[in-house]
């Protein structure tokens, strides 16, 4: 299965798939409102208006499995998100990213790109998985990394066009 062929949920509960990121370069990010990484939310939002016109497109995955930190509702996360961090990048419905209820894409995600000592699971809220223009899982980044110190891999894979 692609991850293009995965169906996902959008914040204001349509569900489709990643179909229309194909031939993008995705930031795939597992957000939290409450947790102290949620200041990134603005750096994740200027590498997405920095690069959308190249084809870049970061998605937020609101997840509650981290110490609560995301208790409201997809309407509740969606309001935060724009109001307190000026987010419009796009937002899906909340998942889970580990357990036997992990999303597919989640699961996809971290059979893709294990985290420190060969870990599938994610260990905390503002996991980043980079994804190419061709849907490859390219590389994960933990809760510390800033979105700053990714945007020169981002700048790279969009360098690279798919060949049409």
């Known amino acids: 299965m692609s991850i293009y062929d995965i169906v996902v949920k959008t914040i204001t509960g349509e569900e489709q798939t990643l179909e229309p990121y194909k031939g993008k370069v995705m930031l795939i990010v597992n957000t939290a409102t409450g947790c102290g990484f949620a200041p990134q939310f603005g750096g994740l939002q200027k ?18 499995q981290f110490g609560n ?34 999303h597919p894409l989640f699961k996809l995600l971290t059979n893709e790109a294990r985290g420190v000592l060969g870990s599938k699971s994610i260990k905390w809220n503002f996991t980043k998985f980079l994804v190419d223009r061709e849907g490859n899982v390219v590389k994960r980044f933990g809760s510390t990394d800033e979105p700053a110190q990714i945007e020169s891999h981002v700048k790279e894979l969009l360098a690279y066009k798919v060949n049409a």
């Open 69 to 102: 930190q995301e208790p409201g509702t997809d309407s509740e996360v969606a309001q935060s998100c724009q109001l307190n961090f000026g987010v419009s990048f796009p937002l899906f419905s909340k998942i889970n990213v580990n357990g036997k209820d992990a």
């Open 47 to 64: 590498l997405h208006d920095d690069y959308k016109d190249q084809g870049f497109a970061v998605l937020g995955f609101p997840c509650s």
